[in-house]
């Protein structure tokens, strides 16, 4: 079938049947995984307490040093950078694609609702052994990102509409739909031999899998953190998950620009006549897209980063102005709250 000869109809059923795949597995991305921790819990003899007695203390250390904890930890999370710095260094994507995905997966760890924190699949936290020894807070230096949900819900609060509740499932289901309809345009592009697919969901967006896995993981961290809160979002006595879903998120961006980079090379004219047409993840306003790519002009005078080095660089850059950000948004967090800073203590339902 030719992309042109693709009728109405045709692509009403496929747009239908990528709405249908995202709500099975939106329902999937919550259902799943609780089911999984169930079932390791009735298999496994986890220790159900927390450390804050020295007693207890005492049994996890015991625990941990009986099962080699913190050495499988620290080999797991040299293991996943090793794996990105080689993709990086042979451009390879989905080496770097399956460490960032490694770094998020303990975010899962939230399904697990016991005192010990490796428990079920808390365990899957090992990964982060090294940072938790020296912190749990370091988790929290991405928590500007808490600041769209935030003011999404905050608005309509305000008017007595509570929308927390289900605004992380619209967020998990838009970015299914988004790599639905991505993979869609994609092997159609490929079964009609084009190099560069630029139809459909690619007019508005050139990496729309990539920015799929964004949306659905930002869903599902705000899911988590929500429902693991006894008290109310942003109080939670979770551990935090901010930082690994902003490494993650922003080495994902960088294996969209290394694409970018060899797209390029391989298809020189093709690729830069689209890269005019078709924004990078989704249409924003020109300012906005000049403020967030200011660093990028300031330090290399161009509009986006056009080799390996230059990615790292900009990757470093952007993790710090986020953590800075995140410093900020923490340290407003601790005084009086009142409007979006007092949120959500200060308005509907909590009220």
């Not at 092997?187 to 920015?211: C, D, E, G």
């Not at 930002?218 to 939670?236: D, M």
């Not at 998120?249 to 020189?268: G, S």
Request: charged fraction near 15%; proline fraction near 5%.
């Amino acid at each position: 079938m030719k992309i042109e000869n693709v009728s109405l109809k045709s692509s009403l059923v496929l747009t239908f049947l990528a709405i249908v795949f995202a709500i099975a597995l939106t329902y999937a991305s919550v259902e799943l995984p609780a089911i999984l921790n169930s079932f390791l819990h009735s298999i496994f003899d986890f220790p159900g307490y927390d450390s804050s007695h020295e007693i207890h203390r005492t049994k996890t250390t015991s625990f941990m040093e009986s099962y080699y904890i913190r050495f499988i930890g620290y080999s797991c999370l040299a293991i996943i950078v090793s794996l990105i710095f080689a993709g990086f260094i042979t451009k390879k994507s989905g080496l770097i694609s399956a460490g960032a995905i490694a770094i998020f997966l303990p975010v899962f760890g939230h399904f697990s609702f016991n005192m010990f924190f490796l428990a079920g699949l808390g365990a899957m936290r090992i990964v982060w052994m090294p940072i938790l020894d020296i912190s749990y807070d370091i988790l929290r230096l991405g928590d500007i990102a808490y600041l769209p949900y935030m003011t999404i819900v905050y608005l309509p609060a305000l008017l007595k509409i509570d929308i927390s509740t289900v605004i992380p499932y619209i967020i998990m289901g838009g970015g299914i739909l988004i790599f639905i309809l991505g993979t869609q345009a994609w092997m159609l592009a490929r079964f009609n031999k084009k190099v560069v697919a630029t139809f459909w969901i690619y007019k508005f967006s050139r990496h729309p899998q990539y920015l799929g896995w964004i949306i659905w993981s930002y869903g599902l961290l705000i899911y988590l953190i929500r429902n693991s809160s006894l008290i109310h979002f942003k109080l939670t006595y979770e551990m935090p998950s901010s930082l690994p879903w902003l490494i993650t998120t922003l080495v994902i961006i960088c294996v969209a620009l290394l694409e970018e980079t060899k797209m390029k090379q391989k298809f020189p004219e093709e690729y830069e006549s689209y890269k005019r047409q078709a924004p990078f993840l989704f249409p924003i306003p020109k300012f906005l897209t000049r403020i967030i790519t200011l660093p990028v002009k300031l330090l290399f005078k161009k509009e986006q980063p056009e080799s390996v080095k230059e990615i790292a660089i900009i990757f470093f850059v952007y993790l710090g102005l986020m953590i800075l950000l995140s410093v900020i948004f923490n340290a407003i967090d601790i005084l009086p709250r009142s409007g979006l800073w007092g949120f959500p203590k200060n308005v509907f339902p909590f009220v």
